[in-house]
């Protein structure tokens, strides 16, 4: 069975940085894109970045710029760098993974950033 444990989040003021993590744990056969979503109170789940098995690299428009994705496949984890953060990033952050040709969800991590 293949679970995804996020860490990271957290409550900072504006302007400051947090870095989120994501493991894959499980049998794995292969890892295709891993991405990283977020849901405000009220809102829709939105795209925040996406990168591919091959590393092609794809963002919101609102956080172009502030936000990196990165993946280590060894490790089996995907990682998203949140620097110059808003309050309008206030979110839950999940991951989310193609493994094994399915779709996986972790369980989502708080960002709260103050102004």
């Known amino acids: 069975q293949v679970q995804l444990v996020e860490s990271g989040g957290g409550l900072v003021q504006a302007g400051e940085s947090l870095r989120l993590s994501c493991a894959v744990s499980?049998?794995?056969?292969?890892?295709?894109?891993m991405a990283w979503y977020r849901q405000a109170p009220g809102k829709q789940r939105e795209l925040v970045a996406r990168?591919?098995?091959?590393?092609?690299?794809t963002y919101a428009e609102s956080v172009k710029g502030r936000f990196a994705i990165s993946r280590d496949n060894p490790k089996r984890a995907v990682y998203l760098q949140m620097d110059s953060l808003k309050p309008d990033d206030t979110a839950v952050y999940f991951c989310?993974?193609?493994?094994?040709?399915?779709?996986?969800w972790g369980q989502g991590t708080q960002v709260t950033v103050s102004s």
């Open positions: 990168i591919t098995a091959g590393n092609s690299k």
């Open positions: 499980g049998s794995i056969t292969s890892l295709g894109a």
């Open positions: 989310n993974v193609n493994a094994n040709l399915n779709i996986y």
